[in-house]
């Protein structure tokens, strides 16, 4: 608990930027705000003629924390200002101009730190936001199949809300807080130190009561977010999957999935709620309780004469104050415990390690000049089931080298494996011999371009998601690369040209318009080394017709793996391998395979009868 406390401290690097001016402005505020309540004792003892007696001082007395002090700069101040005639309504007019100021300087601080901890807060959650999302964006891709989506966004969003608190309160705690109960206790003890000592005997009654509740608000708090992380989950899924839903009249199950995950979460924060209400009221009861017992015991010190009744007031108004810094530090207590709860999800994110790591001694992958090459590979991605065993071959430079097979061979896996997206379990892959692990990761993604049948394309205008990754790219380049993709003229139909925007996941565009775009993103990009994971496979007759043109001119003179479903795109490919079950069954030309009448030609057949 206490290593999350500090780590989530650590966002507020450096603290002492933070903390020193806050320290000077809690200390002026509380000392400000204490000379306020003070100003009670003179307005009442001169209005009622008992506790101040005017005498014409021309010096200012030693300071000191006691009546007899603040007596004497009221009677400086009032002989500079007025000179030795004394009147009531002078002198009140004098203790109100200072009550004023007073006030204003206590306020004056207290906003100034305030927005110091303001300025922290942000900060903090810039940082701290910032840290979460590349965190999240340099895993490998591996990570993404065992997460929630929304659990992720839930704890990037939510739970990075919920830690503010930890982290600001932490200053209040530290320094404002204490520093007001400080000054009221020793305006107290300057006034009764008898009634203070009786007064002061019911604060740990306080403190235990709800401390015990604070205590118990950490687990709940816990189980809050991760309920929050499943709740978003489930809206993100569908909102994402809103035409399945609505095509398989869904709606009843999903809204009761949603349903029942939002009342499990409401039950916890109305848990948490009652406990967290209940500290504030009570604190309150027991502060008023004790002010009774007090107006009790300090009545009887006046009546003796212990202390004078203006003397009592000012205690009752300082002691009356005193329950609120007393109420907020506890409050601020229960707010730092569910922090830390949110801090421990926050951290699930921030510590995860990606399977795929640049080695200490990689080196960029400066030209791409002979063949990549795959030796004995074999993959799994849960340990269960073998996707891929022993799989061997070579793609050479300029050549075209095309997968095909039945579904769930692992054809798209094997192209998965040449960016890194995951490494296998067993064997290497090497570019121009040397294992791809050598190379740093973004220098390999750099010489690739990938077009795959989920065309992604994000919610942008249509120039800047072709320039994706380039942003460099001139105006003429993109508009280049939109013709060799067969795109410049559908573009130049929309609204606003290459400024429209595509919408969500590109849903204003058709399934060949996005694709289209997907391929000029990769001409632009001008890749030595092409990756096609069946970028035709979804598409109408007369899309499929201009993206292959598009894919062919792209093809051209590069290093080239093709993935294809529709068998027809690939007859010309240098050489076709088939995947079947994890293994390499064939390979070849199209006219060897067709010869040889196996698994290819069976495939080529069936099709052909489709």
């Known amino acids: 608990m206490m290593s999350t406390y500090t780590r989530l401290l650590g966002f507020a690097k450096p603290l002492s930027r933070y903390a020193v001016p806050y320290f000077f402005y809690s200390v002026l505020h509380a000392l400000f705000n204490t000379f306020t309540y003070t100003m009670i004792i003179p307005i009442i003892g001169t209005l009622f003629s008992e506790g101040y007696v005017f005498q014409p001082t021309y010096e200012l007395p030693a300071v000191a924390l006691n009546t007899e002090c603040l007596n004497g700069i009221i009677s400086y101040l009032y002989t500079q200002l007025f000179g030795e005639e004394f009147l009531t309504t002078r002198l009140l007019a004098l203790l109100s101009a200072v009550l004023i100021l007073c006030n204003v300087l206590s306020n004056a601080f207290r906003y100034l730190g305030s927005m110091t901890v ?35 966004m839930s704890k990037i969003t939510s739970d990075v809300m919920v830690v503010q608190f930890c982290i600001t309160n932490t200053l209040q705690v530290m320094f404002r807080e204490p520093f007001l109960i400080l000054g009221y206790v020793v305006m107290m003890v300057n006034i009764s130190w008898q009634l203070t000592v009786f007064s002061i005997l019911y604060l740990p009654v306080v403190a235990l009561i709800i401390g015990s509740i604070v205590k118990r608000l950490r687990h709940p708090a816990q189980q809050g977010q ?16 809103v035409k399945a839903i609505k095509s398989y009249n869904a709606f009843g199950y999903i809204s009761s999935k949603f349903r029942k995950i939002n009342e499990v979460m409401s039950d916890i924060l ?5 406990k967290q209400q209940a500290a504030s009221p009570m604190s ?11 107006l009790v015991f300090g009545g009887s010190l006046v009546t003796k004469g212990v202390m004078t009744a203006a003397g009592f007031v000012a205690y009752i108004a300082a002691f009356s104050q005193l329950t609120r810094p007393l109420r907020s530090f506890i409050d601020q207590f229960a707010n730092i415990n569910q922090g830390i ?4 999800r926050i951290f699930s994110i921030i510590d995860a390690e990606s399977a795929v790591q640049d080695k200490a001694d990689a080196v960029a992958l400066e030209e791409f000049k002979d063949k990549i090459e795959f030796k004995n590979i074999s993959f799994s991605y849960d340990s269960s089931r073998e996707v891929l065993h022993d799989v061997s071959f070579t793609v050479r430079k300029g050549e075209t080298v095309a997968l095909v097979g039945p579904s769930g061979g692992g054809k798209s896996t094997l192209s998965e494996l040449i960016p890194r997206f995951y490494d296998p379990a067993v064997g290497e892959i090497s570019i121009d011999g040397k294992p791809l692990a050598d190379y740093t990761q973004e220098s390999l993604r750099e010489k690739m371009g990938i077009v795959s049948q989920d065309t992604i394309l ?27 993709a067969n795109a410049h003229d559908f573009i130049m139909q929309t609204e606003a040209g290459y400024d429209t925007n595509v919408g969500d996941r590109g849903m204003k565009l058709s399934g060949g318009q996005r694709q289209r775009l997907s391929i000029a993103r990769a001409v632009l990009r001008n890749p030595e080394i092409l990756i096609l994971d069946e970028a035709t496979s979804a598409l109408d007759t007369e899309s499929e017709k201009l993206v292959q043109e598009a894919l062919t001119s792209l093809l051209e003179g590069r290093t080239s793996v093709v993935i294809a479903h529709r068998l027809s795109t690939i007859h010309n490919a240098d050489r076709i391998i088939v995947i079947d079950s994890g293994r390499i069954a064939e390979q070849g030309t199209h006219a060897e395979l067709m010869a040889k009448n196996g698994i290819y ?6 099709q052909s009868l489709a």
């Open 118 to 152: 303001e300025t922290m807060r942000t900060r903090t959650l810039q940082r701290m936001r910032n840290d979460m999302f590349e965190r999240t964006m340099s895993m490998n891709v591996g990570y993404f199949s065992d997460q929630r989506k929304g659990d992720i």
């Open 226 to 241: 991760e309920r929050m992380g499943e709740m978003v989950s489930v809206m993100e899924e569908s909102l994402s999957g």
């Open 270 to 274: 109305l848990s948490m709620a009652r």
């Open 284 to 294: 309150e009861f027991l502060g008023i309780t004790a002010i009774s017992v007090v």
């Open 341 to 344: 709860a949110a801090g421990e």
């Open 458 to 484: 994000f919610n942008d205008s249509i120039r800047a998601n072709i320039a994706m990754g380039r942003e460099d790219a001139t105006e003429e380049q993109i508009i280049a690369a939109a013709k060799i």
């Open 601 to 606: 030609a069976k495939l080529i057949e069936m």
